[in-house]
């Protein structure tokens, strides 16, 4: 285990914008991590735990503490369960699963990121969400310097939320692996209206997963080709009064039902807000998907996204009445 003094924050997340980092270190294995929390401890460092760093918007001043990055990338199968090390490309955990014939979480493909970072997020998409399929995870409770166990009704799964989030959480445990209960040999769920005509009639796990893969290349940015964090807004939920309201208020707004409330696209609220493919200096609203800001020039920094990010909420709040809010997390600030 070597423990760097040159890396930066822009070389490590997919927006490519952050300031240096005063140590940094990858682990892999319990002997490690317990070796690095030491050496922060000992040296009164404070403690960020990063995976593919694709939800971040990190601020260019110095990151005065240690940056960790776990690395194990193990996966195994046990009956309907897959455990997969928090290194683990989450979109590598999908592949296998749909290799494997495990029907569960087929819709969450393409989306960046590691396995570790993906309880965090609860991260959903084509009408799945991660809480719909976790059962545990480990992770190291840097505090107390010991390893836990955290089930599904551990992690206070919300939209886009999770007990990881919040402030008693956030930041205080390395998550080492997690363990899914899917189905083996069960059938793909389909029900996304910008998937219909994409595939067949009963199709399989690697047809739905092809589909969505090909539906986020078109409408989404690459983050290999130009610098973003997928979704930067959540999409707002709102009552049944909201929702009628702007029903009558903007014909054709999209509006998907969620639990008892409803859920507003802010795609939609920001393209009619007139953000869509629209600049702001060295950054951008995608001209794909109003909902991804990106690194336009390169050389953007997190000052100029937080400029254009309250420009556009307050130009929907003006237009909508609905105040979005951020997905990504703020870092460094």
Not at 78 to 101: H, P, R
Not at 107 to 115: D, K, M, N, Q, Y
Not at 228 to 237: D, E, T, V, Y
Not at 272 to 281: D, Q, S, Y
């Amino acid at each position: 285990m070597k423990i760097l003094q040159n890396k930066y924050f822009k070389n490590l997340t997919t927006f490519r914008i952050g300031g240096k980092i005063k140590y940094y270190a990858e682990v892999k294995g319990k002997k490690e991590i317990e070796e690095i929390v030491c050496f922060a401890k000992s040296n009164h460092l404070k403690v960020f735990i990063i995976g593919g760093g694709s939800d971040f918007l990190v601020s260019d001043k110095l990151y005065d503490g240690l940056v960790i990055k776990f690395t194990g990338t193990g996966v195994s199968i046990s009956g309907d369960s897959i455990t997969a090390e928090a290194g683990m490309s989450w979109d590598k955990l999908v592949e296998y699963s749909v290799k494997n014939n495990f029907q569960g979480i087929e819709c969450l493909s393409g989306i960046p990121g590691t396995v570790g970072a993906a309880p965090i997020q609860n991260i959903g998409a084509y009408g799945q969400e991660l809480k719909d399929t976790f059962e545990s995870l480990n992770a190291f409770d840097i505090t107390k310097e010991n390893f836990v166990k955290f089930n599904k009704e551990d992690c206070g799964f919300g939209y886009r939320e999770s007990i990881f989030k919040q402030k008693s959480h956030w930041q205080k445990y390395l998550i080492t692996d997690i363990t899914l209960r899917l189905h083996k040999n069960g059938k793909p769920t389909v029900n996304y209206e910008s998937l219909n005509g994409r595939v067949k009639e009963n199709p399989s796990l690697l047809d739905v997963r092809n589909a969505i893969l090909a539906v986020r290349k078109e409408r989404l940015e690459d983050p290999n080709i130009v610098g973003n964090a997928g979704s930067f807004f959540k999409n707002p939920i709102v009552d049944k009064n909201k929702k009628e309201q702007l029903e009558k208020d903007f014909p054709g707004i999209k509006i998907f039902p969620f639990g008892e409330k409803y859920k507003v696209f802010s795609g939609f609220l920001i393209e009619n807000a007139g953000w869509k493919g629209k600049n702001l200096g060295s950054v951008g609203v995608s001209p794909k998907h109003a909902l991804i800001i990106i690194n336009k020039s390169g050389n953007a920094k997190a000052s100029d996204v937080i400029k254009l990010s309250n420009k556009i909420v307050e130009d929907v709040d003006k237009m909508f009445g609905l105040r979005l809010e951020p997905e990504v997390q703020m870092i460094n600030f």
